[in-house]
């Protein structure tokens, strides 16, 4: 074709707007689909200027590179040790059959020989910790990069075991142990184990808990959990001890308080007895402070008095025998700020009235504006520093705390327990539905 003189008019997808140049190519860089469509063209020369017919259309395909994905198993959050798979996946109609190539950042992985779809790296270490991405080849096309994942590698894996709502208990009760793994929750199952002896499969799972419901005094005893995950497994390191108490509910022997509340401000006195009807020879006071199991000091018979209080006096106090039976463990806290809340030391029995006091360390009497919350939602703000709840139920149990101008106390767990009546009715209901199911 004859392109002396000649302008070259270039249009796409309508024939509204043109692109002109003097020579009769048309560079299009296709870096979307967009670039794609129809195309057409005419030339045109001389003033006026004399046009060529439109050229035939021309259809131009864009299509986008499929994008590849990385995934991690068992988690992009691993342990020294443990054995990693990085999947490189490539969504693509058909069977396609792919090269992969693997790029890392910050790692002194070697891949370059690496072409498969999975990256098996058993025995993890600190070294493989970085960025990963891979892409797939076929022929001349080429997927587009997979967005980068962070492989972390951490120290070795300890699992951390936690109590809720209480370690000392009544029989009847209810308690759940929870174990968790320090900076990770993915893909674990978790062992359990009392007094050192592992527990039937019963009470393995993926959930992390285990819950004695009821509780027997027979579940007494240190309690450790340890996790695993993976194949081979890994296993983590065994988690911190967590002792329950679980005593009977008609405890021939109780252990008495003075002043009577579970929270205490530091520097004051307070005197703890075990105190029977019959006869309280034998029985002593014992604590359980920071991990250490001990007499209580300065102890006199079955009473113990501690003067000038210290943070490190709280724990859970208890009645123990000659023979090692221990009865009515309560937990008494110390508090070096201004404020505590006043509350039984004893659960409360369900149908009763609960009353809470916010007191002040100056009068140890009630502060006259106070707020009163329950598992860290307001329940009641008071003009008198006092809060009652009557009728309570079994939803009423949880962590109590008080909030003044002044400060804030410590939380305190308020219990219920059902009547002994109540009690005796369900337990009634129980043997009569099991007489007719049999």
């Known amino acids: ?23 009769n190519s048309y560079r299009v860089k296709i870096d ?18 004399y046009y060529t017919q439109y050229s035939d259309a021309l259809w131009v395909n864009v299509t986008v590179s499929p994008k590849a994905v990385v995934t991690v198993r ?7 040790g443990e054995t990693v798979a990085l999947r490189c996946d490539i969504k693509w109609g058909g069977e396609t059959e792919w090269t992969y190539r693997w790029e890392t950042e910050g790692t002194n992985y070697q891949n370059n ?4 779809q999975e990256l098996n790296i058993s025995s993890v270490k600190d070294s493989h910790s970085g960025k990963y991405s891979c892409r797939g080849e076929m022929g001349t096309q080429r997927s587009q990069r997979s967005d980068a994942v962070t492989l972390t590698v951490s120290a070795e894996a300890q699992a951390a075991v936690r109590v809720s709502p209480q370690p000392w208990l009544t029989e009847g009760d209810s308690v759940t142990l929870i174990c968790e793994v320090t900076g990770s929750s993915t893909g674990w199952t978790f062992s359990w184990f009392r007094d050192d002896d592992r527990l039937s499969d019963s009470s393995r799972g993926a ?26 497994a890994y296993y983590t390191n065994y988690s911190n001890t967590q002792t329950l108490w679980i005593t009977g509910q008609g405890s021939p022997v109780s252990l008495v308080v003075r002043p009577s509340r579970s929270q205490h401000f530091s520097s004051d006195s307070l005197s703890l007895s ?11 006071v014992r604590r359980y402070t920071d991990r250490n199991t001990e007499d209580c000091s300065k102890q006199t018979g079955s009473t113990c008095r501690l003067v000038s209080l210290s943070t490190s006096d709280s724990g859970v106090y208890w009645c123990q025998s000659e023979s090692g039976e221990k009865r009515h463990p309560l937990n008494i806290t110390v ?19 609960l009353t809470l006091h916010c007191l002040h360390r100056s009068t140890n009497s009630s502060i006259l504006r106070a707020d009163f919350y329950k598992d860290g939602s307001l329940v009641q703000s008071q003009t008198t520093g006092e809060m009652s709840i009557t009728n309570v139920s079994e939803s009423d149990e949880g962590f109590y705390y008080c909030k003044t101008e002044r400060g804030e106390s410590l939380h305190s767990w308020i ?8 009690s005796s009715l369900r337990s009634l209901l129980w043997l009569w539905d099991r007489v007719f199911s049999c």
């Open 1 to 23: 074709m004859e392109t002396t003189g000649w302008d070259f008019y270039w249009y796409k997808h309508t024939l509204n707007s043109e692109t002109k140049t003097q020579t």
């Open 32 to 49: 979307s689909v967009s670039a794609g469509g129809q195309y057409w063209c005419r030339a045109g020369r001389g003033k006026p200027v």
């Open 74 to 80: 068992p988690d992009e959050q691993v342990f020294r």
């Open 113 to 116: 020989s690496i072409s498969t």
């Open 207 to 232: 959930g992390g808990s285990y819950t004695l419901s009821p509780a027997a005094r027979q579940h007494t005893g240190v309690y450790t959990c340890r996790a695993e995950r993976g194949r081979p």
């Open 274 to 284: 075990c105190e029977d009807q019959m006869n309280s020879a034998g029985w002593t």
């Open 335 to 353: 508090h070096d700020g201004d404020v505590i809340l006043e509350s039984s030391v004893d659960p409360v029995i369900e149908g009763d009235t």
């Open 415 to 422: 219990s219920v327990r059902v009547s002994d009546s109540s």
